[in-house]
């Protein structure tokens, strides 16, 4: 997907100035409460009209006022998850979800009932109305209903910001996976840096109505590093594990990484932290960390003043955070080679 | 109900029809007039909300009279029906017309504070997923306005029960023919003797708002929102 | 002020009478309600004021008179009335007999415009009911039969000869034969209030005065003797 | 406005006060009435419900007599008065009695569809945070019911201003006195040569409702949800 | 404040049955979505009538069914967040706030208007309409409006889901700040079991309807800390640095901790998780992380298959997180010596 968004757009003071190009299939938008996130949405699905400027998503005008282009909301194929769940009062959660399943042309249908009900766990709501649902219950519907219209871009302002960590992370490897397999590109909003580093490709992030930094979850991650509490995330792809001995031992290039969690796909996704990763000049004893992983010095760079360590392990790359003072110590500079400690309970499984 | 004449129970019959009908025939038009009021901007809307409730403003008579005028012979769509071999005037249809007219203000203002009380998030919701806006209108503006729309009917059937003055005049008071309740209690009551029929009559048209408001209770309960 | 409770057919030949009559006695204020005579009898029953009561016909007023709302030895009668037929013109009627030519004929309602009774009993008398009922349309009052008349939406109406003054389109086909219908009069009476009022009984000897009667005739009612 | 003569300026300036007084009288009554239709749930309910609309299914010919009965000097109520020396029958009030009792219905039917409308979520936080009823009534229903208090009060209005059949018979057609835009149009149409007067008096009521709906839609503008 | 609540409430299927007594200022509830947590703060604030039972909050009876009482909600001075914001739309923003506050009488007011606003960020909005404001900002006004109340029980229900990481952590200090000062107990929703160690001091869990645990969050942290994503949370309470060459230093006991984030406020409080501890047997030299603890083990407990191994170093306590085959190797038992390494940017400032 690629979308061009060239737009104004004004509330009294509030002033929104988008205009930025992207490419991708899992975008992410990242931005402080009243930043403007969901009024951009707004308007690239056709519900809020700017005030000036250009849509264009794969090549096609959505929008253009000097083009006196407007191509209406239920026309573009833009499916949202709103807000707030705004779920149809006086139908039932199943016809909620198959609102926009039934407006799809079968030709565009891609996306399964019943699969998508038991991931979102609703079999048991299916016969209600949606007035009395749970908090959690009732975003569930909206994901659900948005996912159903099989849309060829999906919109989502914070999807998963009423479910607990158990289901979420359930959902977001669904939700990945289904836009994955048929080609569904995604755009969501989140304030949660870990949902953006497990569903989006690519980070725009926006401050006061301005987009301030556009990359990859990536870029976006060590340039946060050190401001984020979770520091930045590598991921893992591990496959099967090769042994169990209490610890599921993946291999990972020519090492072997012991980890505690057991891993939730074939995938083997795991993530870890960069504050997670001790570094050590010499080989240290007996030590409670399980994995120890030598390593070479690729680059550094800093963050909010911490220095960034990228590890060379073999082809594998790896990233690990440090206090200047301690880069200064342990004499960090390319080229050096150092041991990374890693607890087995450090990573984390994904999907 | 043997203490009602023929011409009486023609009446009660009459009555219930013509409020039915001209309820039912009104609705459509009433919710359009009432979407188009609720969810459009255009030029000239105030002169419209004028026409509308003109029926209201005006004394029944002054309707029945303009009616007349527009229905009857000279009138120029009374003409035109006239050559299609139509004729309304003095015909239980014009009771019909006559109700319609009246009755049309308290249906549209109905369903239109129905509509307004609609959540706009709901209508981005069924657009993002693809409805037209037809489709949004009947899955969801309908649905969501029914308690205004029955509330409307319900109100209108009422007032078609009760409508006199415009009636008489387009279509007079021909026993058995035109004759709805309120016109056969206005002979009633116009008769020196005739007080207990007019009662009874009157009872029964209450009787016959009694049920509407009954059936409207029954579906506005099940109608509103699931649960 | 006096009140004056009338027959609504009453109106401008009332109106004329109460405004010469405020103009030659200064100070006196006549208030005149028209309406239905059952409406008025009503409303005096139930105690609105009212010092004069002129009924379109005599039930009303011995409706009242049965309630002794009315003071029995004032009973007396304004004016007469005949009934007659117009029409278009565009069927030739002369008389009753030419009525079943007509496809539509407005009367007022005969249950509660003494009119429409009137032109009843005139139908009946002349033989024509059967065939002629399915042909009646009933009006509210006579207004709307000559209206009906007036914009060609009948054939013809059964009206006052006091209502034809000011047609303009219709005109007076046949004067109904008197013979067929009892006579038309408006009585008139004194309430008990009305009674005890001097002014009252000044104007309601006024009303029955020759100055009055010159008026009423000039509006196409009907003298009887004195 | 030299084509209205003296008592036809009378009528409009009654009518106007009459559907004002009728209005602002009914509105407490017909707020209350919505409100206990709406929230509460009680024994009787629909035979309340019926009471209320009563006067829209019965001819207002027909409520003009049971108002006649009720008032005057033998109804108990107009017996009650009669001994405070107040007298209703015949004069303005009666004739705001007869609009309010006509248009009754309709102004509760407005305020409850609005009121069915308010989230009950609303109601839930004003108690949480210490509003008691009457408070959560004031702060919370009253204003977000307004568009529905809005529009039940202009179609009251509008009805008052064409209200005829019942307050011919509470308060007579006396010209100066009781003679409001309907009875001097019903007067009118009655001469034969009235009909021009009879079409000014229409134009008249027709730019009164005008104003009503005007000051309705500028004020439902403002009053709606804020920004 | 002690509340005990023994009640029976059934949707359909779902059937909830509390039976607890607790007591605290600050209390939590936890449960995955559609548990019957909403359901239960609903009746506690008198807004949901139970089937059956009681509710007696500080010894007074709130409801008793048997007893016939059933003390209406705006008499029950307990304020609100709802999932939902819930605000008045036809009030400003201002007037929203001040609706509890004028409702409330003198003597129990007890919390100021502008500090409040400040903190929530709401200075630029007081005189704006609630109906477009953005998600976050709807949260907070609902937020402030229900503090402002100065209730006597302050019941919260995700109140921070729809925040950003930063407004969030500047909100939470403030809230338990404001709660504490003036005696307001507070008791929350929130699916994130960082928020719950943060702000309550008893965690209620809930699952399908039933009570399954009750403690402390560190209890429950514990117990769940194998389970859990960011494990054990160790609280530091440190009063104000004693140096700052490049990373604040603070006195914690007799040792120094080397942290790199500033302390938001003179508390110096910050948090650890158990899983940035690495033990080590012997001292390692040459290592990236700043902290290096001395300390004897006084406790190990088991938690889904990981070891928490207690620390004692002087007189502060120090939880520390290892798989079994580690637990194993480095002989970790009661009593035996151990370094612990903490990187400087493991610790998290929280207020
Ligand atoms: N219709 C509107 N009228 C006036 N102001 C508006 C409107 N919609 C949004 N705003 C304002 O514009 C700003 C951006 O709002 P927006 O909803 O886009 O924020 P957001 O980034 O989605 O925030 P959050 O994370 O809190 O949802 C906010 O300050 C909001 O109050
Ligand atoms: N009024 C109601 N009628 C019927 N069922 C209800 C009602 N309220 C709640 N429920 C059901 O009871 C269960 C518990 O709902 P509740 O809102 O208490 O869950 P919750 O723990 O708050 O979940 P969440 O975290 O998703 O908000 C849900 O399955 C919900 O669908
Ligand atoms: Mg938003
Ligand atoms: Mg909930």
């Known amino acids: 997907m690629e979308l061009e968004m060239r737009l104004r757009k004004s509330y009294g003071p509030f002033r929104l100035d988008a205009d930025f190009c992207v490419k991708g299939e899992r975008i992410g938008i990242f931005g402080e409460s009243g930043s403007g996130k969901s009024t951009l949405i707004g308007m690239l699905a056709g519900l809020v009209e700017p005030d000036d400027g250009t849509i264009c998503l794969d090549g096609e005008t959505l929008y253009s006022r000097s083009g006196g282009v407007h191509i209406p909301a239920e026309r573009r194929r833009i499916a949202m998850v709103f807000q707030q769940p705004s779920l149809f009062p006086h139908l ?239 004499d960090i500079r390319t080229g050096v080679e150092l041991f990374a400690a890693v607890k087995a309970s450090s990573f984390r499984p994904l999907g | 109900m043997s203490i009602f004449s023929p011409t009486d129970l023609d009446a009660i019959g009459l009555s219930t029809k013509v409020a039915l009908v001209a309820t039912l025939v009104s609705l459509p038009f009433g919710f359009v007039m009432a979407y188009v009021m609720t969810f459009r901007r255009f030029r000239g809307k105030v002169l419209l909300e004028v026409a509308v409730n003109l029926p209201l403003t005006l004394p029944p008579v002054v309707i029945g009279y303009l009616l007349l005028l527009l229905l009857g012979k000279n009138g120029w769509l009374g003409h035109l029906l006239d050559q299609a071999g139509i004729r309304i005037i003095f015909t239980w249809q014009a009771a019909v017309v006559a109700s319609a007219v009246v009755g049309f203000p308290l249906l549209v203002r109905s369903i239109r504070i129905g509509m307004e009380s609609i959540d706009q998030r709901l209508i981005h919701a069924s657009r993002t997923l693809g409805a037209r806006w037809y489709d949004t209108l009947f899955t969801v503006i309908v649905p969501l306005s029914l308690q205004g729309i029955l509330a409307g009917s319900s109100l209108m059937f009422a007032r078609s029960l009760g409508e006199f003055g415009a009636t008489i005049i387009v279509a007079g008071n021909i026993p058995g023919v035109t004759q709805t309740i309120p016109l056969a209690i206005f002979d009633y009551v116009n008769s020196p003797d005739g007080e207990r029929m007019a009662l009874a009559l009157c009872m029964t048209a209450i009787v016959l708002s009694l049920l509407v408001l009954f059936l409207h209770e029954h579906f506005g309960r099940k109608l509103a929102r699931r649960d | 002020d006096i009140n004056l409770s009338a027959a609504a057919s009453l109106k401008e030949v009332l109106n004329d009478l109460g405004e010469g009559y405020t103009r030659t006695h200064a100070g006196v204020n006549v208030l005149r309600n028209f309406g239905g005579s059952g409406a008025l009898a009503k409303q005096i029953e139930n105690g609105a004021p009212a010092d004069i009561f002129i009924s379109a016909g005599q039930d009303w007023l011995d409706y009242l008179v049965g309630k002794k709302l009315i003071d029995k030895a004032s009973i007396g009668i304004l004016a007469r009335n005949v009934l007659v037929f117009v029409g278009d013109g565009r069927v030739k009627v002369n008389g009753m007999q030419d009525l079943p030519k007509l496809k539509r004929i407005a009367i007022g309602s005969p249950k509660s415009v003494p009119a429409g009774e009137y032109a009843m009993q005139a139908m009946e008398h002349a033989f024509l009911t059967p065939d002629i009922a399915r042909k009646l349309v009933m009006a509210k009052d006579v207004r709307a039969c000559l209206m009906y008349a007036e914009r060609g939406e009948v054939d013809g109406a059964f009206v006052y000869k006091t209502d034809t003054r000011l047609v303009k389109r219709a005109r007076t086909m046949f004067t109904v034969p008197q013979g067929l219908y009892s006579p038309i009069s408006y009585p008139m009476g004194l309430t008990p209030a009305g009674a005890q009022k001097k002014d009252a009984v000044v104007f309601y000897r006024y009303l029955q005065s020759a100055p009055a009667r010159k008026v009423l005739a000039r509006y196409g009612f009907i003298l009887g003797k004195e």
């Not at chain 1, 039932?92 to 030709?107: E, H, K, T």
């Not at chain 1, 948005?146 to 939700?175: H, N």
Request: aromatic fraction near 6%.
């Open chain 1, 92 to 330: 039932s959660v199943r016809n909620n979800l198959l609102y926009g399943y039934r407006r799809c042309s079968p030709q565009h249908r891609r996306v399964a009932f019943e699969p998508l009900v038991q991931v979102l766990k609703l079999e048991e709501l299916l016969d209600r109305g949606v007035n009395n649902l749970s908090g959690g219950e009732q975003q569930r519907v909206a994901i659900g209903r948005a996912v159903l219209a099989s849309p060829r871009l999906l919109i989502m302002d914070e999807p998963l910001s009423a479910l607990d960590d158990d289901l979420k992370f359930q959902i977001i490897p669904y939700l990945t996976g289904v836009c994955g397999r048929f080609g569904i590109p995604f755009l969501f909003i989140s304030h949660s840096l870990l949902e953006m580093r497990l569903m989006a490709d690519t980070v725009l992030m926006f401050d006061k109505g301005l987009l301030v930094e556009q990359g990859s979850p990536d870029e976006l991650a060590r340039r946060r590093m050190g401001h984020s509490p979770s520091g930045y995330i590598n991921l893992f792809r591990l496959g099967r594990p090769v042994g169990n001995n209490g610890l599921h031992t993946f291999a990972w290039g020519d090492r072997l990484l012991l980890i505690s969690a057991a891993p939730k796909s074939e995938a083997g996704l795991y993530e870890l932290s960069s504050r997670d990763i001790i570094l050590f000049k010499q080989h240290p004893e007996a030590i409670s960390a399980r994995n120890l992983l030598r390593g070479r010095v690729v680059s550094t760079f800093e963050s909010s003043g911490k220095t960034g360590v990228e590890l060379a392990c073999g082809d594998d790359r790896l990233i690990a955070e440090v206090v200047h003072e301690a880069a200064v110590e342990l």
